[in-house]
């Protein structure tokens, strides 16, 4: 099983990336799907979720700038970051939890400059 993000990068405050994640070795659409992000000195926070039947969740933090969407036929789930604010700026990982065990993917960093 593997996790793979992509589409991180430097934006100005105020701009948007839409980053992805793509599952291999899993049927993907039977597992809910979860975007964390890790700032520079600080712990691993969850930011949302979506599950298998396609419901969505967010951290109140990013309520109204994240949206969280997958696409069970390509086998991927994506994090629109919309109005990107410079306490963005962090390691976004995908993750889901396979057969009782955590499967998280290399991180995509985000830096947002202000």
């Known amino acids: 099983v593997q996790l793979q993000a992509s589409g991180g990068g430097l934006v100005q405050a105020g701009g948007s990336l839409r980053l992805s994640c793509k599952a291999s070795?899993?049927?993907?659409?039977?597992?809910?799907m979860n975007w964390y992000r890790q700032p520079p000195g600080k712990q691993r926070e969850w930011v949302a979720g979506?599950?298998?039947?396609?419901?969505?969740n967010y951290v109140d933090a990013v309520k109204g700038r994240f949206t969280v969407s997958r696409d069970n036929v390509r086998r991927m789930s994506s994090l629109q970051i919309d109005r990107l604010r410079p306490e963005d700026t962090a390691l976004y990982f995908c993750?889901?939890?396979?057969?009782?065990?955590?499967?998280w993917g290399r991180g995509t960093l985000v830096t947002v400059s202000s």
């Open positions: 070795g899993i049927n993907f659409r039977l597992y809910d």
């Open positions: 993750h889901t939890r396979y057969s009782g065990t955590d499967v």
């Open positions: 979506i599950t298998s039947g396609g419901s969505s």
